[in-house]
């Protein structure tokens, strides 16, 4: 049972241009959403992360949103360059639930020079 | 270097064969995590350590599995009788109380032949 899914396995963008990844979640108890980033052969790396009293979180190129109503968040990265090219993950947990953390398929994000 | 840090990097094995892998988290992370991950999925967690009590355990962690985390700091995955479905990235993250981030190893890569 895959509470949280990441619909599109790839992803190609120029570089310049805005990076939108989407992530959708079936839990309504979860409420603390994370991305992490993926290079080959590496764990994955902390990007950003949004609590559910929130609906947009932004760091530098990148800015997280959640919309609640939709179960459904997304990750812009803007503006996109080569050194993005990566696997991202979307995960999300809940409070109430404690320690498990709930994992995506991950997004193959190309970012063409 | 303070980020989490696995070893051996890559096993190889034989099917049937016992394998130990080991998971030095940040210090002071008294929260740790087991992940494994195979290609084209997402980490699927395994269990999860508070200092060295082990208070969850997946379904997916058969009775071959064994996880230790002595004092509470480094911590071990064991698998017993390798099989070839056991091929997979071990990944290990660890986080403190306060915050839900977790941040991750490189990972162990095994490959049972």
């Known amino acids: 049972d895959q509470q949280v899914k990441q619909n599109s396995p790839s992803l190609s963008v120029q570089e310049g241009r805005i990076s939108i990844l989407n992530c959708d979640y079936t839990n309504s108890m979860f409420d603390y959403f994370l991305w992490y980033k993926k290079y080959p052969a590496e764990g994955p790396t902390f990007l950003i992360s949004?609590?559910?009293?929130?609906d947009k979180n932004e760091d530098g190129r990148f800015t997280v949103f959640l919309n609640k109503s939709a179960k459904h968040l997304s990750l812009h990265i803007v503006p996109s360059q080569p050194g993005d090219s990566a696997v991202y993950f979307c995960?999300?947990?809940?409070?109430?639930?404690?320690?498990?953390?709930?994992f995506g398929t991950g997004t193959s994000l190309t970012v063409i020079p | 270097d303070t980020g989490v840090s696995q070893n051996p990097r890559h096993k190889i094995t034989k099917r049937g064969q016992n394998v130990t892998f080991r998971c030095d988290p940040i210090?002071?992370?008294?929260?740790l995590y087991w992940y494994r991950q195979t290609l084209g999925q997402g980490p699927e967690f395994l269990t999860y350590f508070q200092n060295e009590a082990q208070l969850e355990k997946s379904r997916l962690l058969s009775d071959r599995f064994s996880a230790e985390r002595p004092k509470g700091s480094f911590s071990t995955l064991e698998i017993q009788r390798t099989e070839q479905g056991d091929s997979a990235m071990y990944l290990c993250a660890s986080r403190t109380d306060r915050l839900e981030t977790q941040y991750f190893g490189p990972g162990t890569r095994l490959l049972v032949l």
């Open positions: 995960a999300a947990t809940a409070w109430e639930d404690g320690n498990q953390f709930y």
């Open positions: 210090s002071e992370h008294n929260r």
């Open positions: 949004i609590s559910s009293i929130k």
